[in-house]
């Protein structure tokens, strides 16, 4: 079962993937993609919210979605 923590970190990943698609598609070339990342992260506690510290939690309640050890021989 995933927990908050790992909720947590699921929606900052997609608030991240969400900020990239529309900088993509808000964009004509390089130069400008580079502006608009610039202004998004300098949102106050942006970046460590949604690109840094936030989005690891998934990862670190990762873990907790393991099948227990005496039910891996059902997994093969």
């Known amino acids: ?27 004509a070339n390089r130069a400008e993609m580079g502006k608009l990342f610039d202004q998004v992260q300098a949102v106050s506690g942006g970046m460590p919210v949604i690109y840094t510290i936030v989005p690891t ?8 979605h393991q099948a227990p050890a005496d039910r891996c021989d059902l997994l093969v």
């Open 1 to 27: 079962m995933i927990t908050a923590f790992g909720l947590l970190g699921i929606a900052a990943g997609t608030v991240q993937f969400t900020i990239d698609l529309l900088v993509w598609f808000l964009t």
């Open 57 to 64: 939690f998934f990862w670190a309640d990762f873990p907790s």
